[in-house]
């Protein structure tokens, strides 16, 4: 059975057009995303036909559809049961009852859009937060967007690869290593993220005060990173042994680190290993999985940077300023055209900007990945990162889910792919903006953010609230629901878009909410065990008001959405048609009796209906990585 009953209608209806038209003469050719739905006859689906032949044919628009219909062989098109002309629109009627009854017996099982296996392997690289405080609401928006796109090219049939680049050789880490140093002798209090998050923000104000003491740092007052370090103190009193850190300090221990070298190393890893404990008890409290944690400090180890260096230095771009070093991606771009591409320029684009003295604002011209003391920058490390997932993990294609402030980055990281070698088109930029969480203000710097657990945690407590106001009460139910609520909250929205966080929204019960389509799912889960069961034989063709053909009609489209979820890169679209799903099933069993149906023929067919709607919510609310539950 073909798994995209409305897809094979509307590819298998193109391809006969075009063979026609090339017949005919016509260098007009048409694509199945141009077929639509006639909407007054719910079998119909159309094309322009007329309109845009019109002129290779010499014919009026009518005449000229009717000349194409004259020579369509109804046997190549899929479901195919006659074809007529109106308006200039050459239409297809497909058989209603073998269409739909393959639609809903698709969904029902829960195969609808599925794809081959490919047996091509792909990667996505998300969240991959710093780990030096927890995880918060935006780190969640990353992770809920990155584990979404990785279950749709599952579902497509790609081999997926979930990985997280554990960010152990920053400055970021560095600065939380010479903080703890000062107190090696304290033993985590409560969640070790949490924990080693207060020690981060304390230590970053130190060595922020201390900057400013000698010169460092002239755009902040000591006051502002003072009443941080009393604040911190006051949770923590403990902490305030820390005192004030150097510039030296810090960088000495980076180096070390980054050499493999000293003691450092077992105080980075007894770090980054606490903290990235306490990024997957939370992730995997939401249901987010990883196959793979790949450490940048192994990257340097292992001699991945070395070999990224190699291969830029023998492309002629690399460059060195004492102990710095840079790729001149002003010059890559003058000389290589995969270069161009990442930058989407040509050529004379370049000679232009350059004439204007605007190259600079398109292209950075120094793209270093070491600093002045030789130590890795993370753009160094994110080149070689690249260079390992395609050298060292033979991947066919990787995502990198990564905030939209980082997209100039992204472009240099690609573009030095380019110069080693590599087709940069194969590294793909899945960018997303951030979470406004209305009524908050966030910096993890300061040790001022909303984390992901404490988001977790309200969004159970209003739930159960809700639920025992409507004299509910469980456990798991509450946080399902709430894991729910916050996973649809941080992907209905599209990625290029912030995410305006307000509860009274996340948490409708009423519409366009996570909790919203769990209850539409339950309610159409709840109705076939019921009925004990759902007939095999059903007449389709009892599906007759507008409300039932309606659903039928937004089923049949669910693998059109996976796809355009999957080549736009938006999640968000699946997120949209389970909430547009979720209501209109809903207004269905408003008005339309199921189990109690005044007939047995139309009790089959609503119950096999019903059954494909909870087939394709499930589908729906999987990709998305929304809970199921078996009651609410």
């Known amino acids: 059975m073909i798994k995209d009953p409305l897809g094979a209608v509307k590819s298998t ?5 075009n063979r026609v038209l090339g017949e005919l003469g016509s260098a007009t050719r048409f694509s199945p995303i141009q077929v639509s739905r006639v909407r007054k006859d719910y079998a119909s689906y159309g094309l322009p036909v007329g309109f845009k032949v019109a002129k290779d044919l010499n014919l009026d628009p009518e005449k000229a559809a009717k000349t194409v219909l004259d020579r369509i062989d109804m046997s190549r098109i899929a479901y195919s049961s006659d074809a007529y002309t109106e308006s200039g629109y050459l239409n297809l009627r497909v058989d209603k009852a073998r269409f739909f009854r393959d639609i809903l017996k698709l969904a029902s099982s829960e195969e609808l859009g599925r ?29 809920v967007i990155g584990d979404s796109f990785s279950r749709i090219l599952n579902f497509l049939g790609w081999d997926v690869r979930r990985h997280y680049l554990v960010n152990d050789c920053n400055l970021q880490v560095a600065i939380l290593a010479a903080g703890r140093s000062k107190v090696r002798d304290l033993i985590p209090k409560g969640k070790v993220d949490h924990w080693f998050g207060l020690i981060y923000a304390i230590s970053n104000a130190f060595l922020e005060i201390w900057r400013i003491k000698n010169g460092f740092n002239s755009e902040s007052k000591i006051e502002e990173w003072s009443e941080v370090v009393e604040r911190i103190g006051r ?41 990235l404990r306490g990024f997957v008890e939370t992730l995997e409290r939401m249901g987010i999985t990883y196959d793979s944690f790949d450490r940048e400090s192994e990257l340097i180890w292992d001699g991945w940077v070395d070999r990224a260096i190699e291969k830029l230095e023998s492309s002629g771009y690399l460059k060195r300023e004492g102990k710095a070093t840079y790729v001149d991606l002003w010059e890559a771009a ?23 003295g605007k190259l600079g604002e398109v292209i950075p011209r120094k793209f270093y990945l070491t600093r002045s003391d030789g130590t890795w920058l993370y753009t160094g490390t994110d080149v070689a990162y690249s260079l390992y997932k395609f050298d060292g993990l033979g991947v066919s294609f990787c995502y990198n889910v990564i905030a939209s402030e980082q997209n100039m980055e992204q472009k240099g ?3 030095c792919l380019a110069l080693m070698g590599h087709d940069p088109g ?19 710097r300061r040790g001022l953010y909303i984390t992901l657990d404490e988001v ?17 009460y469980d456990e798991e139910i509450c946080e399902k629901v709430a894991i729910g609520a916050l996973k649809y909250g941080l992907i209905s929205v599209s990625p290029n878009k912030v995410v305006q966080f307000r509860w009274e929204r996340v948490l409708n019960l009423e519409e366009n909410s996570g909790p919203f389509i769990q209850y539409a799912y339950t309610r159409a889960l709840n109705i076939i065990k019921k009925a004990q069961g759902v007939p095999e034989d059903f007449d389709p063709n009892e599906l007759k008001s507008d409300a039932e053909i309606t659903i039928v009609q937004m089923i049949s489209e669910f693998p059109e959405r996976v796809w355009s979820a999957f080549n736009l890169m938006r999640p968000d679209i699946i997120a949209s048609y389970a909430n547009e799903l979720a209501s209109q099933f809903n207004k269905f069993y408003e008005d339309h009796p199921v189990l109690s149906a005044a007939r047995p023929e139309e009790r089959a067919a609503r119950l096999n209906l019903v059954n494909a709607v ?5 589908l729906a609310m999987d990709l998305i990585g929304i809970p199921r539950l078996e009651r609410m």
């Open 13 to 17: 209806f193109a391809e006969e057009v």
């Open 115 to 143: 794809g081959e296996r490919k047996g091509v392997v792909g990667m996505v690289e998300h969240t991959s937060a710093n780990p030096v405080h927890p995880l918060h609401v935006g780190s969640g928006r990353n992770a």
């Open 235 to 275: 949770m923590e009193p403990e902490l305030l042994r820390i005192g004030e850190l150097s510039e030296e300090e810090v960088m000495s221990l980076l180096r070390e680190y980054q050499r493999k070298e000293g003691d450092s190393v077992q105080m980075f890893r007894e770090i980054t290993e606490s903290v």
């Open 334 to 356: 003058k000389g290589d055209e995969n270069v161009r591409k990442v930058f989407e320029l040509s050529e004379d684009d370049i000679s232009k900007l350059e004439r204007e």
């Open 413 to 415: 990281v690609r573009a």
């Open 426 to 444: 194969k590294l793909i930029h899945l960018s997303y903006e951030m979470v406004n969480l209305v009524g908050a203000a966030m910096s993890g």
């Open 456 to 472: 977790l945690d309200e969004a159970k407590r209003r739930v159960e609230a809700i639920l025992k106001e409507r004299g509910i």
């Open 614 to 618: 909870k087939g394709t919510l499930g």
